[in-house]
């Protein structure tokens, strides 16, 4: 089935650009880019890594070992010193509060986040950083972070949805001028998937075999193989979004569910995380797919609602068969 759905720009927000002083780094502007002063401390090949106008929050396993060998110290090391860098790409219109992460994954690979917040929406709309790390890992591949690298201790929400990885039992976390604990640690007494019979979890690689039934263009095939690789092992209503960009940049997210529901991760706010990681502003949107499983907790109406914020593109629905 298929339908497209008209939606009304309320905003024509864009990239909350604006009034964000702190904010140094202005998305589809990469010469906006200036460094914390934490970039003295960090080799030449970070530098010219973190430059290249492919980068996107991603930095490779061989990379990543390179700079640690370099510098000394080991990955989980390296990945507290580079949380800085990822808080640059902080979308925070309405806090104004930065927060950045940066995920080890078990192959070695970095992978950045950091919070998102859509300007004029409900608050509930909010990415937190470790989320969009978590995203920005598991969408590149990752099946599994080692340890998980903040620049403030992890909110009771964002707990909460680290439990739901599969390796959560061996998760650790790292933040600024503390040793590394596990994520138990700071979740005693947790609740999780194993406590409703759910096997496995967040991250692990997913095949939930969907098909649309009719030919999809490039934007609509990522789309659906989001959906195909989404968790939702409570509702099963499995989910992805793809958003194209004028720059013809595709960037796609998965939906997360989580055991205690509401820290459940909706598959656009994972996708529009990535356009900020791939430098790619919210108003170049031109083509906007949601592919859903049927199910008992359908995307369609938050994905309408907080892509009219950012975006007069229509958003283009299939729900598989
Ligand atoms: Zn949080």
Redesign the pocket.
């Given at each position: 089935m298929f339908y497209s759905v008209k939606v009304n720009c309320r905003k024509n927000a864009g990239l909350p650009q604006q009034t964000n002083i702190k904010r140094i780094f202005i998305m589809g502007d990469p010469d906006s880019k200036r460094y914390p002063p934490e970039i003295q401390s960090m080799p030449d090949a970070f530098r010219q890594l973190s430059d290249a106008s492919t980068f996107h929050g991603v930095i490779s396993a061989a990379d990543a070992a390179s700079l640690a060998q370099q510098m000394g110290i080991s990955l989980e090391q390296l990945a507290t010193k580079l949380v800085p860098f990822a808080q640059l790409y902080a979308v925070v219109p309405i806090s104004n509060y930065q927060?950045g992460a940066v995920g080890v994954g078990l192959t070695g690979a970095l992978y950045y986040g950091a919070?998102l917040e859509v300007a004029g929406e409900a608050l509930s709309f909010t990415v937190?950083?470790?989320?969009a790390c978590i995203a920005n890992a598991w969408v590149n591949g990752e099946q599994g972070l080692a340890t998980l690298a903040i620049s403030a201790a992890?909110?009771?929400?964002?707990r909460q949805?680290l439990y739901e990885l599969v390796d959560a039992a061996t998760l650790t976390i790292a933040l600024p001028g503390q040793p590394l604990q596990p994520l138990t640690y700071y979740l005693p007494d947790p609740f999780g998937p194993h406590d409703l019979g759910v096997q496995g979890g967040l991250m692990q690689a997913q095949s939930n075999g969907l098909s649309v039934g009719q030919p999809l263009d490039q934007t609509g095939q990522a789309a659906l193989a989001a959906a195909n690789a989404s968790y939702s092992p409570y509702t099963s209503t499995f989910a992805g979004v793809a958003l194209r960009t004028s720059a013809g940049v595709i960037c796609a997210g998965r939906y997360a569910e989580n055991a205690a529901y509401n820290p459940s991760m909706s598959p656009l706010e994972a996708a529009l995380s990535q356009l900020v990681f791939n430098n790619q502003p919210f108003d170049t949107i031109v083509e906007a797919v949601l592919v859903e499983a049927p199910g008992t907790a359908s995307q369609v109406g938050t994905t309408q609602t907080v892509l009219s914020a950012v975006s007069s593109t229509p958003l283009t629905v299939y729900v598989t068969s």
């Open positions: 927060v919070n937190h950083a470790e989320q992890p909110c009771g929400y964002c949805f």
